[in-house]
């Protein structure tokens, strides 16, 4: 990180009669003099990582703002293994830790977030599936993590699998998740953000998904085929605005599994900056053992490794999220 010339400048200085042997040095805190002059210790990549990872392990240590109106983003992208659930699960623990109040709503029959978040999910549990039919309310399903008293997830279980089906024959079979998560709910919880994690696939839970929510959030990966299928996932974003949700649409889209190692990285990135513009963020999610590692002990990255790359990316990528909902807010001003 500090391999440039910056890091090989002499200890040596001239010799200073005035200075003597009772010289008490400045405090390392403030900001150096001379040519480094208003330069701190955060300025620097590894002091700004080390303050990145002590929120981590202090929460409440740094508070972001809190968005005037609740925010819901749906987690989409019909290709698998884009990073949907690693993005909902890290990005509502950077939020949580910063001191935002999330719900993840798992709608994926894997239950991959559920596990990620530490709450159980094992068939009997209500789950998103008993909530989409109507055998339970928001209450009776939403459990607390363990890892974080602001972060709270609807878990899925294995019996989601077969709820495709069963809502094909249901009323209002597009506007279930949305007519369940009622706004007394949320303001009874003071959600400041709903995650709701969705399969790899354009069916009713998706779309369920998709009118439930105002905002989408697509993950590409910075791999060759970053946008093929992008296209049929936006076509349906644009049908359920037109028939089911006119509020809707992508506010933000994240780079994930990015590799500074190889041009192709930069290449789709450049790709996908050019397509949607502003709507991308800043922060790319690097590949990272520690991200693939943390679900296999029911944790997030910033809960398993706070100090690695991963934890560090999506704990920006939280943080810029929530400074375009304060910008958004005073545009709005």
């Known amino acids: 990180m500090s391999g440039g010339p910056e890091a090989t400048v002499s200890r040596e200085t001239n010799h200073d009669p005035s200075r003597s042997a009772d010289h008490v040095p400045p405090n390392q805190d403030e900001p150096a003099s001379g040519p480094y002059e208003g330069i701190t210790l ?4 590894i002091g700004a990582a080390a303050q990145r990872a002590s929120q981590v392990l202090h929460p409440g240590s740094v508070t972001l703002p809190k968005p005037e109106r609740r925010r819901m983003l749906t987690i989409a992208n019909q290709k698998g293994g884009v990073g949907k659930t690693t993005t909902a699960v890290n990005l509502a623990s950077a939020l949580a830790v910063q001191g935002l109040t999330v719900l993840v709503v798992d709608l994926d029959p894997q239950g991959n977030a559920s596990t990620a978040l530490g709450v159980p ?21 939403v459990q607390q993590s363990p890892h974080s008293e602001k972060l709270y997830c609807i878990p899925a279980t294995i019996d989601l699998a077969g709820a495709e089906i069963e809502l094909v024959s249901m009323v209002a079979r597009e506007n279930r998740l949305k007519n369940a998560l009622s706004a007394a709910f ?3 919880l003071d959600v400041d953000f709903v995650l709701v994690d969705c399969p790899p696939s354009l069916g009713l839970l998706t779309v369920n998904a998709l009118v ?31 028939h089911l949700n006119p ?5 933000t889209v994240l780079l994930t599994m990015y590799d500074g190692r190889t041009k192709l990285a930069d290449q789709v990135a450049e790709e996908v900056r050019g397509h949607f513009g502003d709507a991308v963020l800043r922060a790319v999610i690097p590949r ?6 943390a679900p296999g002990y029911g944790m997030t990255v910033l809960d398993y490794d706070p100090g690695s790359r991963g934890a560090m990316s999506y704990l920006d990528a939280g943080r810029e ?13």
């Open 186 to 188: 949320l303001s009874e």
């Open 212 to 242: 439930a929510a105002n905002e989408v959030l697509i993950p590409i990966q910075c791999e060759y085929y970053a946008l093929e299928g992008v296209g049929q996932l936006l076509r349906n974003i644009e049908l359920v605005k037109s």
């Open 247 to 251: 509020e809707l649409h992508v506010s």
């Open 288 to 293: 990272s053992v520690k991200v693939s590692e």
């Open 42 to 45: 955060e300025d620097t990549p």
């Open 321 to 333: 999220l929530a400074a375009r909902t304060a910008s958004t807010k005073a545009q709005e001003n």
């Open 121 to 141: 999910h094992h068939s009997g549990v209500p789950s998103s599936y008993e909530l989409l039919i109507g055998e339970v309310t928001p209450k009776e399903a």
